[in-house]
Nanobody, 124 residues
Framework: QVQLVESGGGLVQAGGSLRLSCAAS????????MGWFRQAPGKEREFVAR????????YYTDSVKGRFTISRDNVRSTVYLQMNNLKPEDTAVYYC?????????????????WGQGTQVTVSS
């Protein structure tokens, strides 16, 4: 079992920045590829970013490339999402997740452990 707890969400004006954190406990954090997803009201949960076990490779959905940065600290068992130049369309609940499956990494079904989510609201 892996327990994940997100923090760092809040209300920010368009163009502002937030840094989300996701602290893990339980099984060895470094064993897991980690991802961030988001879900806006009335929409499906969507992939945002992903980072490999060592942190050597990162992947992003097109709409956040150049604005968001995913990183991890395996000593602190924490994954981060730095979000810059935020836009109103970034408003959503953001979830971190640990990848446990062997399917498509861009789908939530490939992730077996989830945090409770943190709300990000970007005002125009």
């Amino acid at each position: 079992q892996v327990q994940l707890v997100e923090s760092g969400g809040g209300l920010v004006q368009a163009g502002g920045s937030l840094r989300l954190s996701c602290a893990a406990s339980g099984r060895t954090f470094s064993r897991y590829v980690m991802g961030w997803f988001r879900q806006a009201p009335g929409k499906e949960r969507e992939f945002v970013a992903r980072i490999t076990r060592s942190g050597g490779s990162t992947y992003y959905t097109d709409s956040v490339k150049g604005r968001f940065t995913i990183s991890r600290d395996n000593v602190r068992s924490t994954v981060y999402l730095q979000m810059n130049n935020l836009k109103p369309e970034d408003t959503a609940v953001y979830y971190c997740a640990a990848e446990t499956g062997y399917g498509d990494s861009y789908y939530p079904s490939n992730y077996g452990y989830w945090g409770q989510g943190t709300q990000v609201t970007v005002s125009s």
